[in-house]
């Protein structure tokens, strides 16, 4: 996240010498294309921070009263959207769900079809399960994957070595 942060400097301060040299040869139209632009993409730029925070936040609206193990997802879509998943059990136990498909078909179910990277928090830390892992793989493709623990402590793994050889391009 120091690198994002770097980035976002380097970007800020390039953004006003470009402004500087438009406005200065009266090119405004232009240089307020720029500032526009660049804004646009600030808005959707989220720290992995910031969407760990929404996986915490999903992770309360868990209902998991027989593993009492709390499980928050939080995905963001490539056009900046952030769709949560916690984990819904049942009292027929299987039927339970997982906190990570929950957030994945819940984004396709709104539309969405394109996804950047997924939040996971858990009190230790977990990556997610094989069952998961499948989906994940198959409608994300290989995203980074930040797996946090209630300290805010994460490790973040590729998809794509969580799950080697994907079944994805298969069939
Ligand atoms: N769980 C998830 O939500 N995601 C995983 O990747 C692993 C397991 C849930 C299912 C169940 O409600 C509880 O955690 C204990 O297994």
Known sequence: SSIKREFIILLMTNLIQDLTHCILRQKTMWGMRILLGVLFRLNKFMTIEALIN?????????KSPY?????????????????YGCNVESKAYPTTLCAERVAI??????GHDNFTELAIIT?????PCGAC???????????????????????TMMMDDLLPLSFRDSQ
């Open 54 to 62: 929404h996986a915490r936040e999903a992770q309360t609206f868990s």
């Open 67 to 83: 593993s009492n193990y709390a499980v928050g997802a939080a995905l963001l879509t490539s056009s900046g959207e952030v769709i």
């Open 123 to 127: 009190k230790d830390g977990a990556a």
């Open 105 to 110: 078909f819940s984004a396709i179910a709104q």
């Open 133 to 155: 892992r499948q989906i994940i793989s198959e409608y994300c493709e290989n995203i980074p994957v930040h797996f946090a623990n209630e300290s805010g402590e994460f490790q």
